[in-house]
């Protein structure tokens, strides 16, 4: 059985790449019983140049690409996993390819690290998670609020390829400049310690309508085999301590969660704090993986959330004002 499937992606570079190897991998899955086709969709979030956190919260760039898969104007739409809402969408379901690494990369002049960067240095940064975590590691920055895409950003450091940068560096998802090529921008990778990644970020969020999983159609088996089980358990974790600390994209609140013990346990790592990065707290969990272990990731999550909330997350952050 030959079956046709319409990719659907925003038209920008990030975009086209993570689209490009969803389309390889379903290609080299569905064993020549799949041809796909990539269909563009483009997003308010293209569209709008204001500040992103003005945008009005999370979701900005996946409505329009959601509304295209649920109208049928394609049959797959694929996402940067961390930009979604934490809320299931009725008629959707989604398949998590493998992670690239999650953390977050600086990017600076002259090859500087984060220590190495002079007092009152500027850093470029739309997102108050990494603005907090930067402030907290270096009080004497100033965090500079910018958006547009990778090249844009990128284009902002003074001594970049164009030598016309204004800022002394920026942050940026390691996992977005591996996918473009441009981890010669890199001047240090962050570990969790110092800047703990959004939760999803570097994951992929590969959408299809549920009517189309139809066992034993070439696309479903595409999928089936394209999702990655350590991949997606850590994401319902991250995001199910988003979800319950009723936060967004935008809230400062970072998490990571891995499997451990040869794939039986999960743990999970996360971290709140205070805008300004005058104070943070920190902390950590973990559970063995049962018959449902959607389920105990899911409640990993919730309880990590909820050791959080029990030790004053809510005074640190304004929670669900970023929804
Ligand atoms: N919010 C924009 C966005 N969404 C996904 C990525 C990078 C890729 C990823 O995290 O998977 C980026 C850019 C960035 O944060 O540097």
């Known amino acids: ?126 997102s108050p998670r990494r603005a907090a975590q930067l402030l907290a590691a270096r009080p004497d920055l100033v965090v500079v609020d910018i958006r547009g895409n990778v090249d844009t950003r990128l284009g902002r450091v003074a001594g970049a390829r164009s030598g016309t940068g204004d800022l002394d560096a920026v942050v940026l998802a390691r996992a977005g400049l591996a996918r473009l090529g441009r981890l010669d921008a890199v001047t240090e990778t962050f570990g969790v310690d110092v800047m703990a990644p959004a939760p999803g970020q570097g994951a992929l969020a590969v959408e299809v309508r549920t009517a189309d999983r139809v066992p034993g159609t070439p696309l479903d088996a595409a999928l089936r085999a394209l999702d990655h089980r350590p991949t997606h358990l850590a994401v319902v974790a991250e995001r199910a301590l988003l979800a319950r600390l009723e936060a967004g994209c935008a809230a400062p609140i970072g998490a990571v969660a891995q499997l451990a013990d040869h794939g039986r346990s999960l743990s999970l790592e996360a971290v709140i704090a205070r805008p300004d990065g005058s104070a943070s707290l920190r902390r950590g969990a973990a559970t063995t993986l049962g018959a449902d272990s959607a389920a105990d990731a899911r409640r990993l999550g919730v309880e990590l959330a909820e050791l959080l909330l029990g030790a004053g997350a809510a005074d640190l952050a304004v929670l669900g004002a970023a929804r």
């Open 1 to 126: 059985m030959l079956q046709h499937v319409r990719v659907g992606t925003r038209a920008s570079a990030l975009a086209l790449t993570q689209t490009g190897h969803v389309v390889d991998a379903l290609s080299t899955l569905g064993r020549g019983d799949l041809t796909l086709e990539t269909v563009h969709v483009r997003t308010d979030g293209d569209r709008l140049t204001g500040s992103l956190q003005s945008l009005g919260g999370t979701g900005v760039f996946v409505t329009a690409l959601r509304d295209a898969l649920l109208d049928g104007r394609c049959d797959v739409a694929v996402h940067s996993l961390k930009d979604l809402p934490t809320g299931d969408v009725d008629g959707i379901s989604v398949v998590v390819p493998p992670r690239e690494d999650p953390s977050d990369a600086l990017c600076a002049r002259d090859g500087l690290t984060l220590a190495g960067l002079p007092q009152g240095a500027t850093v470029g940064t739309g």
